[in-house]
């Protein structure tokens, strides 16, 4: 791999993947925390070998988690704003601007962008088409700094809500059994956590809305602006 590309794979993997999952194992490093550490006299090697090891595999565990849970619940694969601006009946783009894609569209790809009439006489064809050209159209644009910085921030905040999921779960069973165990102060930070975690889930579709719509307008601008290989 290129170190450019391998650079910007290693940035995408620990913005939109590690922190994501730093922040959701909290409840699990408090459980861990309120069962295990207890138990053993602290040290550099309890802190090298026991902490910081079992923390790096949660963090591995949750960054593949959180990334299935958030593509499985949270993200609706078929209506990306990048391929629902793409759609005919779509008011988004001007027409001019759409023009303009067609043009380089069909010049770079050979494809057509389907039409009104296509739309309305076969729109999961439609659909289909779009989301192809889609996928060429981020393949060409891939090394552009600026996509890079939006996909990272799209990347983190769903898979930020794919955690969150989980941590919630693991809060609220946080919650119970800290005040089983008359632990009131990690009771009360479980709340706080559960708070929060729950506030991202609900406001789940006007944050990947929001960070969707603002990706599909960047790739777009970008794919434009691109020099012709």
């Given at each position: 791999?290129?170190?450019?590309?391998?650079?910007?794979?290693?940035?995408?993997?620990?913005?939109?993947?590690?922190?994501?999952?730093?922040?959701?194992?909290?409840?699990?490093?408090?459980?861990?925390?309120?069962?295990?550490?207890?138990?053993?006299?602290?040290?550099?090697?309890?802190?090298?070998?026991?902490?910081?090891?079992?923390?790096?595999?949660?963090?591995?565990?949750?960054?593949?988690?959180?990334?299935?849970?958030?593509?499985?619940?949270?993200?609706?694969?078929?209506?990306?704003?990048?391929?629902?601006?793409?759609?005919?009946?779509?008011?988004?783009?001007?027409?001019?601007?759409?023009?303009?894609?067609?043009?380089?569209?069909?010049?770079?790809?050979?494809?057509?962008?389907?039409?009104?009439?296509?739309?309305?006489?076969?729109?999961?064809?439609?659909?289909?088409?779009?989301?192809?050209?889609?996928?060429?159209?981020?393949?060409?644009?891939?090394?552009?700094?600026?996509?890079?910085?939006?996909?990272?921030?799209?990347?983190?905040?769903?898979?930020?809500?794919?955690?969150?999921?989980?941590?919630?779960?693991?809060?609220?069973?946080?919650?119970?059994?800290?005040?089983?165990?008359?632990?009131?102060?990690?009771?009360?930070?479980?709340?706080?956590?559960?708070?929060?975690?729950?506030?991202?889930?609900?406001?789940?579709?006007?944050?990947?809305?929001?960070?969707?719509?603002?990706?599909?307008?960047?790739?777009?601008?970008?794919y434009l602006g691109a020099k012709q290989k």
């Open positions: 791999m290129p170190n450019f590309m391998f650079q910007k794979f290693n940035e995408y993997y620990l913005k939109a993947r590690v922190f994501p999952a730093l922040i959701t194992a909290i409840p699990f490093v408090l459980l861990k925390h309120n069962l295990l550490d207890q138990h053993f006299d602290f040290s550099l090697t309890q802190l090298i070998f026991g902490d910081v090891s079992i923390l790096i595999v949660l963090i591995y565990l949750f960054s593949q988690l959180n990334r299935y849970i958030s593509k499985s619940i949270f993200e609706n694969k078929t209506d990306f704003p990048t391929d629902r601006n793409l759609l005919p009946s779509n008011p988004t783009l001007s027409q001019q601007y759409r023009a303009q894609l067609a043009q380089k569209i069909l010049k770079d790809f050979g494809l057509e962008l389907p039409n009104l009439e296509d739309e309305e006489n076969d729109y999961a064809s439609t659909k289909i088409r779009i989301r192809e050209i889609v996928n060429l159209i981020i393949n060409k644009t891939r090394n552009g700094h600026l996509l890079l910085q939006h996909n990272i921030e799209y990347g983190f905040v769903r898979n930020f809500l794919g955690g969150s999921a989980v941590a919630s779960l693991m809060s609220i069973f946080n919650i119970l059994l800290f005040f089983i165990q008359s632990k009131y102060d990690l009771a009360i930070i479980s709340i706080i956590l559960l708070v929060i975690y729950a506030s991202i889930i609900a406001m789940h579709k006007k944050i990947l809305e929001h960070y969707g719509k603002e990706y599909a307008q960047i790739l777009f601008r970008e």
